[in-house]
T-cell receptor
Framework: DQQVKQNSPSLSVQEGRISILNCDYTNSMFDYFLWYKKYPAEGPTFLISISSIKDKNEDGRFTVFLNKSAKHLSLHIVPSQPGDSAVYFCAASGVGAGSYQLTFGKGTKLSVIP | DGGITQSPKYLFRKEGQNVTLSCEQNLNHDAMYWYRQDPGQGLRLIYYSQIVNDFQKGDIAEGYSVSREKKESFPLTVTSAQKNPTAFYLC?????????FGPGTRLTVL
């Protein structure tokens, strides 16, 4: 049973336009959410995170939005650049003894077309 | 330079052999983790350790073992009991909610 879902395996966007990557979760105990970027044969790189007490967090070209009632978060990249082409993973963690554990989605492959 | 190192980058082993993957961090993080990634899949947690001399099973611990004798080191042994060991293995560490990853080890069992 997937607790974190990224329903779009791939996304193509023109350079300079906005990229929107989506993520849904089912576990209401999740209270911290992260986005990672991953190139082939490399480890994931942390991009941005958001706590459940916020609905938006911004860092340069990257903005994460959280809609707790819908159990949905999204990552906006604007403007998109060819170097943004990678697989993006959404991850979530919850309160309690397992609070440091992350549950990952299966990833969305973003291709930014020059 | 602070970071997480994993060695080697590529590893080949014959079926039935145990193999140990190295993970070292100099970030002074208390918690360390091992994940496995298969093609088209997300990262799945194998084992994690929140403190020295203590570790817990993750979602897919069968066929794996770990030790945490030093804060900086968290080696993973892939035993012959692991039915499908060929995968990309990632080590991570954290001092809070955010985990930072090493470069990974690609293990291929022939």
């Amino acid at each position: 049973d997937q607790q974190v879902k990224q329903n779009s395996p791939s996304l193509s966007v023109q350079e300079g336009r906005i990229s929107i990557l989506n993520c849904d979760y089912t576990n209401s105990m999740f209270d911290y959410f992260l986005w990672y970027k991953k190139y082939p044969a490399e480890g994931p790189t942390f991009l941005i995170s958001i706590s459940s007490i916020k609905d938006k967090n911004e860092d340069g070209r990257f903005t994460v939005f959280l809609n707790k009632s819908a159990k949905h978060l999204s990552l906006h990249i604007v403007p998109s650049q060819p170097g943004d082409s990678a697989v993006y993973f959404c991850a979530a963690s919850g309160v309690g003894a397992g609070s440091y554990q992350l549950t990952f989605g299966k990833g969305t492959k973003l291709s930014v077309i020059p | 330079d602070g970071g997480i190192t994993q060695s080697p980058k590529y590893l080949f082993r014959k079926e039935g052999q145990n193999v140990t993957l190295s993970c070292e961090q100099n970030l002074n993080h208390d918690a360390m983790y091992w994940y496995r990634q298969d093609p088209g899949q997300g990262l799945r947690l194998i084992y994690y350790s929140q403190i020295v001399n203590d570790f817990q099973k993750g979602d897919i611990a069968e066929g794996y073992s770990v030790s945490r004798e030093k804060k900086e080191s968290f080696p993973l042994t892939v035993t012959s009991a692991q039915k499908n060991p060929t995968a990309f293995y990632l080590c991570a560490s954290s001092t809070g909610n955010t985990q930072y990853f090493g470069p990974g080890t690609r293990l291929t069992v022939l």
